[in-house]
């Protein structure tokens, strides 16, 4: 018989896995430290967790177990579609985690030969996505501020057949105006390009509903909106994601989905989850009062340039401390502090990190493990 690598596709058998936060397990393996004894700053959920009653919900969710579940997630994409106005279950499709649906979209509509524009740095899956169905990811550098310039963007953007946009943006946690994101869309409508806009972490800017395009996927045919219960929802384990457009993108991608993607406690805790309005406006408000205190600490480091946060982490410049961003991640592991070292993001070079906002003592703990591992370099 011959290799396997020779029966394998072309496009597979180069294709590498995107690096992310939160590999907790990997980094208690690296320094024999138990995962408890890690605190992870490195993945941006919510420093709360989950929902008391969402995880209520999901332990009374046990006795569905032997049964399959509900493959069309009914019951949850009608709850997701009575929590915004002007949409139906119709326009919802839910997936296994938000990244099934980045790599289902780039499986349903990009065709051999087609190219998908993304901007750099931005989330690498999306890149992945493309890569896997072995067509071309074409790049935009974002401008020195990390912003999307819009004619800039736009001009690449001829002959694309997707566009993919997070707002606020990952890693660097920079809101895109509703200006651009309007040119954008707008021209990409024009010339029969799909926009993929990622609105992951959007749930915790203050004026997220004011920001947020969901409100107007039936101005906009050619837009796709994605949204997570992983982050501000905390239900990262449980793997529950969802997106919102027309009526004809979502029917493409719920016949093109595997049967029976999200299980049913995922299912039941995402419901309730959704419901829980309490949870939420606490979440809130730690994010909101600690990103301040964070960021004031985080200033006082004369070595970091730390860039204005929208979402609820920050990105940071640590050249001038003397440190490469593994070199600083790996000092802080030792101390049982994971972050983001942000190198492997297209469009970046060794010298950036991203740290979450968690909770006032995990934070106090960072500011004083990050003073231990810059102490000489000053």
Known sequence: MKPIENLVRDNIKNFKPCVHGGEV??????????????????SSVNPLGSSRNALEAAE??????????????????QAIAGHFSGITKSNVVVGNGSTELIYLFAEAFLK???????????????????????????FVKLDRNFNVDAAGFIHEMVGAKIVFLCNPNNPTSILISNETLTAIIEKAMKQDTLVFLDEDFLEFVENEKALSFIGKIKRYPNLFILRSFTKIYGLTGLRVGYGIASEEIVSVLSCAKIPWNVNCLAQVAAVVALKDEEHLKGTRELIKKEKTQLLAELEKFGGFKVYPADANFFFID?????????????????????????????????????????????????????????????
């Open 25 to 42: 397990l990997d980094a208690a393996g690296k320094t024999g430290l138990r995962r408890e004894q890690i605190l992870d700053f490195s």
């Open 60 to 77: 009374k969710g046990f006795a569905e177990i032997p049964a399959y579940p509900d493959s069309n997630s009914t019951e949850l994409r």
């Open 318 to 378: 640590i050249r001038k401390t003397g440190l490469t961003a593994t070199e600083l991640a790996n000092r802080l592991l030792s101390q049982g502090i994971l972050i983001r070292d942000c190198t492997s993001f297209h469009g970046l070079d060794q010298y950036y990190v991203r740290v979450a906002v968690k909770t006032h003592s995990e934070n106090e703990h960072l500011v004083e493990a990050l003073k231990r591992a810059v102490k000489n370099q000053q």
């Open 112 to 138: 051999k030969g087609e190219v998908a524009l993304i901007p750099a740095p931005t989330f690498g899956e999306y890149e992945s996505a493309v890569r896997k169905t072995g067509e071309t990811a074409k």
